[in-house]
């Protein structure tokens, strides 16, 4: 999906959040917007085997946290063996006077393990694997 937006131009504010976020990895792209068109946030997956698409607050999930705001996705789901989420972690960003910033960041993917015989869900159930992002943040007009 390509975003096409008008860049917000502040006159006075001292302070601007980005809205637009757009970064690269090792074999993954991520594109999120915190708010759109429809006036949902959206945010999309690309790696090697797939690209999916996410809009709205029940599949993207954000929490603000002291090392920045963590926005997650589940991009794989079992049945009998669990699921797996992407999690990007944001850094806050003020863009002042400019409407476009250079962010570097890391993406979590978490392993959730899960099976359907219950003597199997003892021990360790997630694992992590972690992968440095640089990209872009940019406030826009939607």
């Known amino acids: 999906m390509l975003l096409t937006a008008i860049p917000l131009l502040s006159a006075n504010a001292s302070e601007v959040v980005p809205n637009l976020y757009q970064f690269q990895g090792k074999n993954v792209s991520i594109s999120y917007s915190t708010t759109s068109f429809i006036g949902k946030p959206l945010f999309t997956y690309k790696d090697k085997q797939q690209t999916l698409n996410f ?13 920045g705001t963590l926005v997650s996705v589940t991009i794989r789901k079992t049945v009998d063996t669990g699921n797996t989420v992407f999690t990007l ?9 400019s409407n476009s910033a250079a962010v570097e960041t890391k993406g979590i993917t978490t392993t959730n393990l899960f099976s359907v015989i219950p003597k199997f869900n003892q021990g360790q159930r997630q694992t992590y694997t972690t992968i440095h992002l640089a990209g872009t943040a940019q406030a826009v007009a939607f």
């Open 55 to 67: 809009q709205g607050t029940e599949q993207i999930r954000s929490v603000e946290t002291e090392i």
């Open 89 to 97: 972690i944001l850094p806050r960003v003020n863009l002042g006077k």
